[in-house]
């Protein structure tokens, strides 16, 4: 409906009287023709009305069987509300009749052009009613509309003509849970281009949830427990605050109308156009300005007494951080990191931020880190909130990525949007390259791009060298298939692609045909191809010789990646591509047919390397074949491929070129970049992890780390360290291998020491090798720790932020029952976020049995631990040794309450965390077995599955390799004192 033109007065959404059941009376919205699900008859009649229907249902299924094939509806390409026969399968209402519509996405026949909203948000009762008023516009003759809504009851609805305002007759409705979809049938067929309002008006409860829209709570200063109403749309919960068109493609402006308390403030993605009270005068009448043509992912609301600092950017944009009083303090930082970010993004993409203004707001309860909803974008506390004196350098960088994350969305999936999920990689991927490119802009001294293969690459890797992997255009259709793909393929792999399409076509390429797609298709949404043939228009034109569509298709088309095998002799090189897989003999057990690659396997690898002899000269080679031959120009000692670890790919050398590697590693091994020494320990490592290398020469390489001072290979190291460990704990060479790294970890732990101090990488640096070393059980921790510990506990004297990540979980590890008891207290009282975060993760480290159990059961009592926590609870209990079977136990006891909590994709990484120390056939056994029993969430499960696969078959084989190099090397130790 047009503005000023209410169908329902003001004051219908209210409970003027006050009493908790009010606000759901609908009466005074009836009208002529108006329907409701409402049905009062008497027992005997309604015994006779159920005898008929169910005669009619089976007569209908008699005659739809023999007489003629069945009608249904069907969802494609060239087809919006095609009719055809068919016999695939027919979802049955809960009517029990046939749904009318047979595909898990909406049809396309009528697409929204416009949605008007009205909500009543009640923190009292929590509870909400609401109205949507569709302006739609008919695409294909149709005499059906179906659009989804989940958990809300819908009380009345009508159709009427846009242009006319007469209404339009619905037969029925049907609603299909499975689908989340509600279809409509009108008596009559719509005609191509007509206009037609569509009006649904319904309520549901305001539950703690944090999908759709939900209730979160905090305590204030004077600890009281307050509520807010808030939202997370993304990807498919939108449906759950209104019914709606919930596919990214149906993009449509929304006009909304928020009535709340007189005491809170409504936010949402516009800023408030007009505000009256309403009622008794306890409530107040928003009506915001209308948005632009977005995604309905993208809208969001939020109902909270929070307050705000602002700021205005260089280009006008007015930007407010919202948080609760007793916090409000920690924004500062976050203000002036999107200041500084808006301004530019704006310059190099040479479209400025399209809306007036740009809220950021703490949520106390929230599911994701952040999410982009275009001018109001919500975090979680730990990722926007930044207590100077208390949070850690890791801490202010996560909120400063975070940040730089979601406002690269406000052009990358807000101004632009991927048409449908299967794309998601073009949202998220450029958003997790943008927020290292970005932050390396406005913080330079962090060194951010250098620490891009670290958070970025190698993750990506990790889980697209396992066949369960998947492309980064990945068909998906139902809900749980979406969730799944929010994953490191899609924003990391995706980052990692596009950080080596920049290295290749210059950044300068990259900007001007990131700015192509994005005007071309402003206000829109778009494919994998229509970025990729910007970005080879903008290429040519720069006389490039570069078929970027063509090269960067073998990326996005097919899941994994490379080895390149590169062997020599004299100045010929050998380069021989083929996918690396961590266990090839799995492919056929863990791969999803409609994933396999229509591309072969062969990629286009741009070849970078350097020599002994000329380590600044960068040369670049292409490869698009199996095999491939090039000359050297020199004869040097050594060569380096993937220089700086720029491409998506492992490099394999020949013997000779890996002995002259790690003989330059241990004589002088900055001669490489820090970048450099990282990709050869991740290569040499996850090579021998995927039977392409033999692990002696990973541990040969790891001999150097003795003179490594870095940040970067340092992190590297220990994360492929302690997989070896996790693999070899009950095993005899557990010991002789943790005895091994402490004495390669010993010389940079000295270096660091306990002072903190030193630049930003220097504190990522110390906090990584002390927390490892400490694990292992070095000298002197365990007491250092807890000398700081209870100075702090019994004389209030402040353990140093970066140094807090070692010192609680060693007094955890050591202590007691006071010690315990005294982290929880804090957590429970502090009001920092990251503090909370390290403190709840402190609690996990006991060696307590209770205390494992308890920390357990607080993990689902929402009063002692946030439901969002809950996954920080589990990931911890899951890497302590003594707690990985209580978690593994809890996972199953407790499945269908955490997959309802968290979804698949959270649920899939904290069954793989739980099962990673599975080393044997019967640990294998046992985890199919239990699998087998949940049906269709095993979906969530193949990953796990396969790595514990992967896990015994390399037990099997390699571990006498490494137990053979552990001791050879005793052995010459031995010899030589």
């Known amino acids: 409906m047009a503005v000023g033109e209410p169908e329902i007065d003001d004051v219908s959404f209210l409970n003027v009287g006050g009493g908790g059941g009010g606000g759901r009376n609908y009466e005074q919205m009836g009208g002529p023709q108006m329907h409701s699900r409402q049905l009062i008859c008497s027992q005997r ?246 948005t632009p043509k977005m995604s309905t992912y993208l809208l969001a609301i939020v109902v909270c007494d929070f307050k705000s600092r602002s700021a205005i950017t260089n280009g006008n944009v007015q930007v407010a951080v919202y948080a609760p009083n007793k916090t409000i303090d920690q924004v500062h930082f976050a203000l002036n990191i999107t200041t500084r970010m808006v301004d530019y993004y704006s310059d190099f993409f040479q479209i400025g931020y399209l809306l007036s203004k740009l809220d950021l707001i703490a949520i106390p309860d929230f599911k994701a880190g952040a999410m982009e909803n275009w001018g109001l974008v919500t975090y979680r506390e730990t990722a926007i909130l930044y207590n100077e004196q208390e949070s850690s350098a890791s801490a202010q960088q996560r909120v400063a990525t975070v940040i730089a994350h979601e406002l690269a969305h406000q052009w ?273 490592f996850s090579l021998s992890f995927g039977f392409v290398l033999a692990p002696k020469v990973a541990l040969d390489l790891s001999v150097y780390l003795l003179n490594e001072r870095d940040y970067v290979p340092w992190a590297t190291a220990v994360q492929h360290f302690d997989r070896l460990l996790v693999l070899c704990e009950e095993k005899a060479i557990y010991l002789t291998l943790k005895k091994y790294i402490l004495e390669m970890i010993a010389p940079v732990v000295t270096q660091v020491g306990w002072e903190d101090n030193g630049s930003h990488l220097d504190k990522l640096l110390r906090s990584t090798v002390l927390k490892f070393a400490c694990e292992l059980g070095h000298s002197g921790c365990k007491e250092q720790s807890l000398l700081l510990f209870h100075a702090w506990m019994r004389n209030g004297t402040r353990i140093p932020p970066n140094l807090r990540s070692i010192v609680y979980p060693n007094a955890i590890r050591y202590g007691g029952e006071e010690e315990w008891a005294y982290v929880y207290e804090q957590y429970q009282t502090t009001s920092t976020a990251s503090e909370r975060k390290e403190l709840l993760g402190a609690l996990t480290a006991t060696r307590n049995v209770w205390h494992i159990t308890q920390i357990l059961s607080y993990s689902l009592q929402p009063d002692k631990v946030k439901s969002q926590d809950m996954y920080y609870v589990f990931i911890g209990v899951a890497n302590n040794p003594l707690g990985r079977w209580h978690a593994w136990r809890f996972l199953r006891s407790s499945w269908d309450d955490i997959y309802e909590i968290y979804g698949a994709a959270t649920f899939k990484r904290m069954l793989k965390s739980c099962t990673q120390h599975f080393t044997t056939e019967f640990d294998y056994a046992e985890l199919e077995a239990f699998l087998a029993t949940r049906g269709s969430q095993l979906r969530a499960a193949r990953q796990a599955m396969e790595l514990v696969r992967h896990s015994v078959e390399w037990m099997a084989r390699s571990e006498y390799l490494v137990v053979n190099w552990l001791q050879d090397r005793q052995s010459v130790f031995d010899a030589n004192t």
């Open 45 to 290: 009649k309604a015994t006779c009305i159920t005898l008929v229907i169910a005669a009619a249902i089976i007569a209908v299924a008699m005659i739809s069987a023999f007489s003629r094939p069945s009608v249904i509806y069907k969802c494609g390409r060239d087809s919006l509300d095609n009719r055809s026969t068919s016999a695939a399968f027919q979802p049955i209402a809960e009517s029990g009749q046939l749904f009318p519509w047979n595909s898990s996405r909406l049809p396309q026949a009528v697409k929204p052009n416009r949605y008007d909203v009205r909500l009543q948000i009640d923190l009292d009762s929590f509870f909400f009613n609401g109205s949507v008023s569709i302006q739609m516009q008919v695409i294909a003759p149709t005499d059906l509309i179906v659009l989804h809504s989940n958990n809300l009851t819908i009380t009345k609805y009508y159709v009427k003509s846009h242009k006319s305002r007469s209404r339009i007759d619905i037969e029925e409705m049907h609603v299909y849970k499975p689908w989340q979809m509600v279809a409509f049938k009108l008596q009559k067929p719509l005609a191509v281009n007509e206009e037609l309002d569509l009006t649904i008006e319904y309520e549901a409860d305001l539950v703690s949830k944090l999908t759709g829209l939900y209730k979160s709570s905090y305590t204030a200063e004077d600890g009281e427990k307050r509520f807010i109403a808030t939202t997370q749309f993304e990807p498919t919960y939108a449906r759950e605050a209104l019914p709606c068109f919930d596919e990214p493609n149906f993009k449509a402006t929304f006009l909304l109308n928020i009535i709340r308390n007189k005491n809170l403030i409504a936010l949402s993605n516009k800023p408030v156009a007009h505000s009256h009270s309403v009622g008794d005068g306890n409530w107040v009448f928003d009506i915001f300005k209308e």
């Open 412 to 684: 990358f999936g807000n101004l632009v949007t991927m048409e449908w999920w299967s794309d998601l990689w073009l949202n998220e991927g450029f958003a997790s390259f943008l927020e290292f490119f970005g932050i390396e802009h406005v913080k330079p001294e962090w060194s951010m791009m250098a620490q891009f293969f670290l958070d970025q690459t190698q993750v990506a890797m990790e889980s697209d060298a396992l066949a369960s992997s998947h492309p980064l255009s990945v068909e998906v259709n139902d809900i749980d298939d979406i969730d799944l793909i929010f994953d490191s393929i899609s924003y990391s792999k995706g980052a990692a692609i596009l950080n080596m399409l920049q290295n290749f076509i210059t950044t300068d390429v990259l900007r001007k045909g990131l700015t192509r797609y994005l005007t071309r298709h402003e206000y829109h949404n778009a494919k994998t191809e229509d970025l990729w043939s910007a970005m080879t228009a903008v290429s040519k034109e720069h006389n490039q010789n570069f078929d970027v569509e063509k090269i960067m298709q073998t990326w996005t088309g097919q899941m994994g990646f490379p080895v390149v095998t590169i062997s020599r002799v004299g100045k010929v090189l050998q380069a021989r591509q083929h996918r690396f897989l961590f266990n090839a003999n799995t492919v056929s057990n863990f791969t999803d047919p409609k994933d396999e690659s229509h591309f072969g396997y062969v990629w286009y690898i741009p070849i970078t390397y350097i020599t002994q002899t000329h380590p600044e000269d960068v040369q670049l080679f292409w490869m698009n074949e199996q095999l491939k031959n090039f000359e050297l120009v020199d004869d040097a000692a050594w060569i380096k491929a993937n220089v700086n670890q720029t491409g998506f790919y492992r490099v394999k050398y020949d013997h000779y070129n890996w002995n002259a590697l790690i003989t330059q590693l241990k004589s002088d091994h900055t001669a490489l970049s820090s970048a450099d020494r990282a990709g050869l320990l991740d290569d040499a």
